[in-house]
């Protein structure tokens, strides 16, 4: 019996290149849960994948239209697909690095310009591609490849950089919070405005070593234990939220979204001339 | 007519409908005039928040059918290289007009140099070709902007067009031909699922499996497979690569690159120049023959592939060649390789870089070859 979702994996992909106990799988089948029961049409998808482990949950495994680009770049690559045609659901998977360090910039210029597309973004906390080096995502004080005595810097907390950005959905999950997660990108993919979806995802492999556990399980159950919902996280102190993760729905609101603006440009400049 | 808006007019009349763009000196006005032709024609002006966020809008929009543009100067044009390497590893049309300033680094905002010849064959990582065409009138910029678009169309590749500051702020006469009469090249585009299977690396030039037709066309710039498929490990998938998408535009370098001769039938002294180097030398060739010395102008076109042939052939009876160029010698050696053995080859830049040559400079120069 053919898996349900087997119809969203490209013939000859497998198998796959992440690590075993990667959080990768986790989202990758929560997102064609999501696409599943949304119901959109393989062929109006287009994945739009940085370079990264994130890169590679869409790329080459999803049988849809996908444009793997450079470093950073996916939301610019993924700005110029949904001008080019706003009738495709255009989803960029993008890791923490590369949407928050080298891609930064593109990203909060997406939430300020409402563009409709939807960036899933995968932060391990860790560069894990290039061999665990820290990462703009990485809490102080974690030893990692290249922090060898500590992390010095704080940490990006890419939701709220989202929010203040102008991002109109915005939510947070963990590997742990599948339902939500898949709830949350259900959400994303029903609106027309531009959705920030950040899943702190576990890789015990590079990650994992930096904090000492390296047994996938029990990163996700580190996951569940850590993590408490804006709701609670609103009646806490701020020491007690302190290295915890807050998860949750942080922004819901419409705004008008770009490629609908162009298009009444369109139909306003023809007028016009007319 | 203003040169970069000729260039704009160019591109809308070539089928360009979306343009990225981030503001710099002196592409400007090649923004402000799309920004006003481009709504009405349906197509999308953006700004982007860097030049690399404006290139890789660009080859995004190209892969949803799209022609697609953007102009830059040289501090944009250095930040687009490794998208520029994108589009050619991906086989993706587009253009990218860089109005040259004088550099390095930020350089004369507004002063003519060009310093990014070699840059625009050279300046993203790894091997590969590329095409650069370089205007030498406003005319030109309206012509080799739909040039570009052409060339891109037909080699599924990035083409430059290497203007410089002053082709794109002069002003002159611009005949904009009737849309019936221009030729306009669209890529091929897959039109089954077996053509858009089989989408890269096509030494013929594949047809190109356009995103939202269900083809799930998998595009990357990793080493991949005639499929696009990722092969990442395999030396001899990017060996496929690199031989393909350079011989692509290499084998063609004839039908690419084009140069102009003036009153070279008889010359015994060439003026080698292009972009507005060349507007100077042909001045002087003119001033020149009315004191009965032989001297013509060659004039590159097409930059890259240096059109290193049809050079050799329109040098073949100089005995003396005088490379015009804004910078220190950046065309000069694959010129002096096309030169006869018997002949001489002498480089001469302006007395000061990023000022215009001074014809009478020139003509000295000329007078001197000529006794």
Same mark, same amino acid.
């Given at each position: 019996?053919?898996?349900?979702?087997?119809?969203?994996?490209?013939?000859?992909?497998?198998?796959?290149?992440?690590?075993?106990?990667?959080?990768?799988?986790?989202?990758?089948?929560?997102?064609?849960?999501?696409?599943?029961?949304?119901?959109?049409?393989?062929?109006?998808?287009?994945?739009?994948?940085?370079?990264?482990?994130?890169?590679?949950?869409?790329?080459?495994?999803?049988?849809?239209?996908?444009?793997?680009?450079?470093?950073? +770049?996916?939301?610019?690559?993924? $700005?110029?697909?949904?001008?080019?045609?706003?009738?495709?659901?255009?989803?960029?998977?993008?890791?923490?690095?590369?949407?928050?360090?080298?891609?930064?910039?593109?990203?909060?210029?997406?939430?300020?310009?409402?563009?409709?597309?939807?960036?899933?973004?995968?932060?391990?906390?860790?560069?894990?591609?290039?061999?665990?080096?820290?990462?703009?995502?990485?809490?102080?004080?974690?030893?990692? $490849?290249?922090?060898?005595?500590?992390?010095?810097?704080?940490?990006?907390?890419?939701?709220?950089?989202?929010?203040?950005?102008?991002?109109?959905?915005?939510?947070?999950?963990?590997?742990?919070?599948?339902? +939500?997660?898949?709830?949350?990108?259900?959400?994303?993919?029903?609106?027309?405005?531009?959705?920030?979806?950040?899943?702190?995802?576990?890789?015990?492999?590079?990650?994992?070593?930096?904090?000492?556990?390296?047994?996938?399980?029990?990163?996700?159950?580190?996951?569940?234990?850590?993590?408490?919902?804006?709701?609670?996280?609103?009646?806490?102190?701020?020491?007690?939220?302190?290295?915890?993760?807050?998860?949750?729905?942080?922004?819901?609101?419409?705004?008008?979204?770009? $490629?609908?603006?162009?298009?009444?440009?369109?139909?306003?400049?023809?007028?016009?001339?007319? | 007519?203003?040169?970069?808006?000729?260039?704009?007019?160019?591109?809308?009349?070539?089928?360009?409908?979306?343009?990225?763009?981030?503001?710099?000196?002196?592409? #400007?006005?090649?923004?402000?005039?799309?920004?006003?032709?481009?709504?009405?024609?349906?197509?999308?002006?953006?700004?982007?928040?860097?030049?690399?966020?404006?290139?890789?809008?660009?080859?995004?929009?190209?892969?949803?059918?799209?022609?697609?543009?953007?102009?830059?100067?040289?501090? #944009?044009?250095?930040?687009?290289?490794?998208?520029?390497?994108?589009?050619?590893?991906?086989?993706?049309?587009?253009?990218?007009?860089?109005?040259?300033?004088?550099?390095?680094?930020?350089?004369?905002?507004?002063?003519?140099?060009?310093?990014?010849?070699?840059?625009?064959?050279?300046?993203?990582?790894?091997?590969?070709?590329?095409?650069?065409?370089?205007?030498?009138?406003?005319?030109?910029?309206?012509?080799?902007?739909?040039?570009?678009?052409?060339?891109?169309?037909?080699?599924?590749?990035? =083409?430059?067009?290497?203007?410089?500051?002053?082709?794109?702020?002069?002003?002159?006469?611009?005949?904009?031909?009737?849309?019936?009469?221009?030729?306009?090249?669209?890529?091929?585009?897959?039109?089954?699922?077996?053509?858009?299977?089989? #989408?890269?690396?096509?030494?013929?030039?594949?047809?190109?499996?356009?995103?939202?037709?269900?083809?799930?066309?998998?595009?990357?710039?990793?080493?991949?497979?005639?499929?696009?498929?990722?092969?990442?490990?395999?030396?001899?998938?990017?060996?496929?690569?690199?031989?393909?998408?350079?011989?692509?535009?290499?084998?063609?370098?004839?039908?690419?690159?084009?140069?102009?001769?003036?009153?070279?039938?008889?010359?015994?002294?060439?003026?080698?120049?292009?972009?507005?180097?060349?507007?100077?030398?042909?001045?002087?060739?003119?001033?020149?023959?009315?004191? #009965?010395?032989?001297?013509?102008?060659?004039?590159?076109?097409?930059?890259?592939?240096?059109?290193?042939?049809?050079?050799?052939?329109?040098?073949?009876?100089?005995?003396? =060649?005088?490379?015009?160029?804004?910078?220190?010698?950046?065309?000069?050696?694959?010129?002096?390789?096309?030169?006869?053995?018997?002949?001489?080859?002498?480089?001469?830049?302006?007395?000061?870089?990023?000022?215009?040559?001074?014809?009478?400079?020139?003509?000295?120069?000329?007078?001197?070859?000529?006794?």
């Amino acid at each position: 019996m053919a898996h349900p979702l087997a119809k969203y994996i490209r013939k000859g992909a497998q198998p796959h290149t992440h690590c075993s106990g990667c959080g990768n799988g986790i989202i990758a089948q929560s997102f064609l849960r999501a696409v599943d029961e949304v119901g959109i049409g393989k062929q109006k998808i287009v994945c739009v994948a940085g370079i990264g482990c994130s890169g590679w949950i869409p790329s080459p495994f999803f049988d849809v239209d996908t444009l793997h680009v450079t470093h950073g +770049r996916p939301i610019a690559f993924a $700005t110029g697909v949904k001008l080019g045609n706003p009738e495709l659901e255009v989803v960029v998977f993008t890791g923490d690095g590369d949407a928050s360090a080298i891609g930064g910039n593109h990203l909060i210029h997406a939430a300020r310009r409402n563009i409709g597309i939807k960036v899933i973004c995968v932060n391990n906390m860790i560069y894990g591609m290039t061999g665990g080096e820290v990462a703009p995502t990485t809490p102080r004080g974690t030893k990692t $490849t290249t922090t060898p005595f500590g992390n010095l810097e704080r940490p990006f907390d890419l939701s709220k950089l989202v929010i203040a950005a102008g991002g109109t959905y915005v939510a947070r999950w963990t590997t742990y919070h599948v339902a +939500r997660l898949v709830a949350s990108m259900k959400k994303a993919l029903t609106r027309d405005s531009f959705a920030f979806l950040e899943v702190l995802s576990h890789c015990p492999v590079h990650y994992g070593r930096s904090i000492g556990i390296t047994d996938p399980v029990q990163m996700i159950r580190w996951f569940q234990k850590q993590s408490v919902t804006i709701e609670k996280a609103r009646e806490m102190s701020e020491q007690d939220i302190s290295g915890k993760f807050v998860v949750g729905e942080f922004v819901d609101v419409e705004a008008p979204e770009l $490629t609908r603006l162009y298009a009444e440009l369109f139909e306003a400049a023809n007028r016009d001339t007319n | 007519m203003q040169g970069n808006e000729a260039c704009a007019l160019g591109a809308v009349a070539a089928g360009c409908r979306f343009f990225a763009f981030y503001p710099i000196t002196p592409a #400007g006005e090649i923004a402000e005039k799309m920004s006003q032709l481009l709504p009405r024609a349906r197509g999308v002006y953006i700004q982007m928040e860097d030049e690399i966020a404006a290139i890789g809008s660009v080859i995004g929009a190209s892969w949803t059918g799209l022609k697609a543009m953007t102009a830059t100067s040289g501090p #944009g044009f250095s930040l687009m290289q490794e998208n520029i390497g994108y589009a050619v590893m991906t086989e993706t049309p587009c253009v990218i007009v860089d109005v040259q300033r004088a550099g390095p680094s930020t350089g004369i905002v507004s002063a003519p140099m060009q310093g990014d010849v070699v840059q625009a064959r050279h300046g993203s990582h790894g091997e590969y070709d590329i095409i650069a065409l370089a205007p030498s009138s406003a005319q030109e910029m309206f012509d080799l902007t739909i040039r570009a678009f052409n060339l891109a169309e037909q080699y599924r590749t990035p =083409v430059i067009v290497l203007a410089d500051e002053t082709v794109g702020h002069m002003r002159e006469e611009v005949i904009i031909p009737e849309e019936d009469s221009l030729t306009i090249t669209n890529r091929k585009a897959s039109s089954n699922a077996e053509e858009a299977a089989l #989408g890269f690396l096509s030494p013929s030039v594949a047809p190109m499996p356009i995103f939202g037709k269900g083809f799930a066309a998998h595009v990357t710039g990793s080493s991949h497979d005639e499929h696009g498929m990722r092969q990442a490990s395999a030396p001899e998938a990017i060996d496929k690569i690199v031989r393909t998408i350079n011989q692509k535009i290499a084998s063609h370098t004839g039908q690419i690159s084009s140069i102009e001769k003036v009153m070279m039938e008889d010359a015994d002294i060439a003026l080698v120049a292009y972009g507005s180097c060349a507007r100077t030398a042909e001045y002087v060739v003119r001033k020149a023959r009315k004191k #009965g010395i032989r001297v013509g102008l060659v004039r590159p076109i097409g930059l890259w592939p240096f059109p290193a042939r049809d050079m050799e052939e329109a040098l073949k009876l100089v005995k003396r =060649v005088i490379v015009l160029e804004n910078n220190l010698g950046q065309l000069f050696p694959e010129i002096e390789r096309a030169v006869p053995d018997d002949a001489e080859a002498i480089f001469l830049a302006p007395e000061i870089l990023a000022t215009l040559h001074r014809p009478d400079y020139v003509m000295k120069h000329v007078t001197q070859e000529a006794r």
